[in-house]
């Protein structure tokens, strides 16, 4: 048996509706999700859950779910994502990021 792990590519995700950002104003509750790589496919969904605060301005918070091999099955992903330029970031290493 092979100790090796195989570890899986990570993804970057996009809205497949071009957008920047989507903020406490201008967001959807839903919105159907692609890999950086191919654009023109969804994958799966993103699921507005909350905002970043109360402001006009402040980033729509999604749980991303991304369908499985077979597309009946879903996965959602750990964690919580904001669109920052156009795609899907962690919301907690966004904050890290802001406090350095």
Request: proline share 4%.
């Amino acid at each position: 048996m092979d100790s090796q792990q195989i570890v899986p590519l990570q993804q970057t995700y996009i809205p497949v509706i071009a957008m920047t950002s989507a903020t406490l104003r201008h967001s959807l509750r839903r919105l159907e999700i692609a890999t950086i790589h191919t654009p023109d496919r969804a994958c799966g969904i993103a699921q507005r859950v909350g905002y970043t605060g109360g402001q006009d301005h402040d980033l729509a918070i999604y749980r991303l779910k991304v369908k499985g091999r077979n597309s009946i099955s879903a996965i959602t992903l750990p964690g919580f994502y904001v669109i920052e330029n156009g795609i899907f970031v962690e919301y907690e290493q966004r904050q890290q990021g802001k406090s350095r």
